[in-house]
């Protein structure tokens, strides 16, 4: 008895440990979503795509702080904030980095793009990561939420894909 009441600890935290990273992964592409829509108030498809997607990783730090709970986690509800720069500032210095000094608008969007899509790819393998573990578990809550949220993430990642192929010929064939 108290040998099965261990494993179901260790696999808890375990499990913690899956919620836990996932919910600074959504936070993290929340925050990214959000710093490419403010940098690109003047495109307005961009924008407003960006933020709308933006609020769908929102949603999901909301309910995976609720679903923490459940195993001794204190998560926040809402995004967290970077320490030390904002994520758009830091895809911003990155792609200056890549180009030299030359800070075209249309690369730094396409930096921006490529950002954003590496990190929704994180958030689904994080969200495989979790159905997987709780249908081992037989969580069926948190299964339900991973089978919820998880088609929402491939949405922002299918969309980040599309307008880097649709970008890219644009900025690199152009002078």
Same mark, same amino acid.
């Given at each position: 008895?108290?040998?099965?009441?261990?494993?179901?600890?260790?696999?808890?935290?375990?499990?913690?440990?899956?919620l836990?990273?996932?919910?600074?992964?959504?936070?993290?592409?929340?925050?990214?979503?959000?710093?490419?829509?403010?940098?690109?108030?003047?495109?307005?498809?961009?924008?407003?795509?960006?933020?709308?997607l933006?609020?769908?990783s929102?949603?999901?730090?909301?309910v995976l702080?609720?679903?923490?709970?459940?195993?001794?986690?204190?998560?926040?509800?809402?995004s967290?904030?970077?320490?030390d720069?904002?994520?758009?500032?830091?895809?911003?210095?990155?792609? !200056?980095?890549?180009?030299?000094?030359?800070?075209?608008?249309? #690369? *730094?969007? /396409?930096?921006?793009?490529? =950002?954003i899509?590496? +990190?929704?790819?994180g958030?689904?393998?994080d969200?495989e990561?979790? !159905?997987q573990?709780?249908?081992a578990l037989?969580?069926?809550? #948190? *299964?339900? /939420?991973?089978?919820?949220? =998880?088609?929402?993430? +491939?949405?922002?990642?299918?969309?980040?894909?599309?307008?880097?192929?649709e970008?890219?010929?644009?900025?690199?064939?152009?002078?």
């Open positions: 008895m108290m040998l099965q009441a261990a494993v179901r600890v260790l696999q808890g935290n375990k499990m913690g440990a899956v836990g990273e996932l919910h600074r992964s959504e936070s993290r592409l929340a925050e990214a979503l959000t710093g490419l829509a403010d940098e690109q108030r003047m495109d307005h498809e961009i924008f407003h795509v960006a933020r709308d933006s609020e769908w929102r949603e999901h730090v909301r702080a609720e679903a923490g709970r459940d195993y001794g986690l204190d998560l926040s509800a809402g967290e904030q970077p320490a720069d904002s994520l758009a500032q830091k895809a911003k210095h990155k792609g !200056a980095e890549m180009l030299g000094r030359f800070h075209e608008p249309s #690369l *730094l969007l /396409l930096t921006g793009l490529r =950002h899509h590496v +990190l929704a790819a958030v689904s393998v969200w990561v979790l !159905a573990g709780a249908q037989k969580d069926r809550e #948190l *299964l339900a /939420l991973a089978q919820e949220c =998880h088609p929402q993430t +491939l949405r922002q990642l299918r969309w980040a894909n599309a307008k880097v192929k970008m890219a010929p644009q900025v690199i064939a152009t002078g």
